[in-house]
């Protein structure tokens, strides 16, 4: 039962209600997305929508959206009925949605993408003057400092989503959702849409909010309603305890946060030396050694995911050398990389990890497939008892191995994209960042599955934004700056301060990087 609540007492008070969901049910194949669901807006107050990946809350905003309809229940806007058909129907309604997964048209401009389908026209034709000044207005109000004419496909992540906002902005949305919105943005970016979000609620906007950091729900949400398999099992104030929060999300309470079990370093399995990309990383060099975790650390930009691709061989370098095992890999050979056992888990896990129209069977049995293939035939039986079996292992939330992967749960499509590197036996196991995006239970389970593979001797080198994660879960941890390697830490001398002052030095040479 919920527990009735009002608004945080340090904010104005909430208006009239915009929204409601009452009842809300949704179906699909073998699962039961939303049972029964309540939910309410105001106006004017951030509501936060907590929950495990597979919880319901992409299917909660989806109905809002008007990409699925409820099998049963009803949605009612100011008090009245409504059926969200689609998304012009969610925009006439004033309703706006962000996704996790941009949507934007590559090739056009920033000021098309805000303004797709509703430029501006005179005398028939686009106004481009004024639109482009209208999208210029919008970046200013979200504070990025970008050309409207400049193509998005040359943006970056952080500026790609300010886009997003602004596009959403651009529709005077009385209901703005926003799902995962501080995923990919660094520190100063995320104070910066804190700042729009608080200026749009104080304009009588409501917000939905997702988000899996708890230490946002405090400084944002008003009030929090938590779903579990498809249920709404809680609502309560924003200031409720983090280990509070926990135990309504997942059932039970998370005792450690990172839960690494340490094993001693054996031989060096990985060995990168004086690695170089001119523009983008100079000069790296490590070792990563059987049994540890070594964390890559550093600012957006910093160059850690370019070494990693670099070093898989997905892309080129110009000098150094990457060895395996004590076997020297040729350059930019992924095949090489494979057969010398070296797995990536991708930073875009959708884009570049996954097969999102294959199924999840298929999909875990990716890297091993060449391996299974005799005289030309594929031993799909085979494939398919290993994929079960790890994919059971896994606990992959699913209706069974047939179930494409494009429908699970983040959390559970990162569990795949893992999966498929342990059938192949990946002795180092390159993970960028592997859990972002991903409920505190699932982010257990993936460091489980990394102590898992410490334990059996593989070596872990991770590269994540997220900081107490590379603190908790690292042996080392290497700190990159402006595409050189910073600095070196121990574990015990891995502090936030000190993996800092190393992100920001200036490295010798940086400045014609």
């Not at 941009?102 to 920033?110: E, K, Q, T």
């Not at 150094?320 to 056992?341: C, I, K, W």
């Not at 050189?484 to 190393?502: N, Y």
């Amino acid at each position: 039962m919920k527990t009735p609540v009002t608004p945080a007492g340090r904010r104005a008070p909430a208006g009239g209600e915009l929204l409601r969901m009452e009842g809300v049910r949704k179906v699909f194949p073998g699962t039961v997305a939303l049972d029964r669901v309540d939910f309410d807006l105001r106006s004017g107050e951030v509501h936060v929508l907590l929950g495990e990946n597979g919880a319901g809350k992409s299917t909660l905003i989806k109905m809002l959206s008007g990409a699925h309809r409820p099998d049963a229940g009803r949605i009612l806007v100011d008090g009245e009925p409504v059926r969200i058909g689609s998304a012009q129907d969610a925009e006439r309604l004033g309703i706006a949605t962000i996704y996790q997964e941009f949507n934007l048209v590559p090739g056009l401009s920033v000021a098309e993408n805000i303004f797709l389908g509703r430029q501006p026209r005179r005398f028939g034709l686009v106004d481009r003057r004024r639109m482009n000044a209208d999208a210029a207005a919008l970046l200013q109000r979200v504070g990025v400092d970008v050309d409207p004419r400049t193509p998005v496909d040359g943006l970056g992540i952080a500026r790609l989503q300010m886009v997003e906002i602004a596009k959403a902005l651009s529709l005077d949305a009385r209901v703005l959702i926003m799902d995962e919105p501080t995923a990919v943005l660094t520190t100063g970016e995320v104070d910066k849409l804190f700042r729009i979000v608080r200026r749009l609620r104080e304009d009588g906007v409501g917000i939905v909010f997702i988000t899996h950091h708890l230490e946002e729900i405090a400084a944002l949400g008003d009030r929090v309603t938590v779903l579990r398999d498809g249920r709404s099992v809680a609502e309560v104030p924003a200031g409720t305890d983090q280990d509070e929060l926990v135990r309504l999300m997942v059932g039970r309470s998370i005792e450690q946060q990172f839960p690494r079990e340490r094993a001693g370093a054996g031989e060096p399995l990985l060995r990168v030396t004086g690695l170089t990309r001119r523009g983008h990383f100079d000069d790296v060099t490590f070792e990563v050694r059987a049994g540890e975790v070594v964390g890559l650390a550093g600012l957006v930009g910093a160059g850690r995911t370019e070494v990693a691709r670099a070093v898989f061989g997905a892309d080129p370098y110009d000098s150094g050398t990457v060895e395996v095992l004590g076997r020297r890999l040729p350059r930019h050979d992924v095949g090489a990389a494979l057969d010398a056992g070296l797995g990536l888990v991708p930073e875009d896990r959708k884009g570049q990890g996954l097969v999102l129209d294959a199924p999840v069977h298929e999909n875990l049995g990716l890297v091993t497939l060449r391996r299974a293939t005799r005289a030309g035939l594929v031993d799909r039986a085979g494939q398919r008892r290993a994929a079960g079996l790890m994919a059971e292992q896994l606990r992959v939330r699913m209706a069974g191995p047939d179930q494409h992967v494009r429908t699970l749960s983040g959390g559970n499509q990162q569990k795949v994209v893992i999966g498929k590197w342990l059938l192949a036996d990946a002795r180092v196991l390159i993970l960028d960042e592997p859990t972002r995006g991903i409920d505190v239970g699932a982010k257990v389970e993936i460091y489980q599955l990394v102590n898992r593979l410490t334990a059996s001797g593989h070596a872990v080198l991770m590269i994540s934004s997220d900081l107490p994660e590379v603190l908790g879960m690292s042996d080392r941890v290497l700190v990159m700056s402006q595409g050189r390697i910073a600095g070196e830490l121990p574990h015990r001398e891995a502090t936030q301060d000190a993996v800092m002052a190393l992100a920001v030095k200036e490295t010798e040479g940086s400045r014609g990087h």
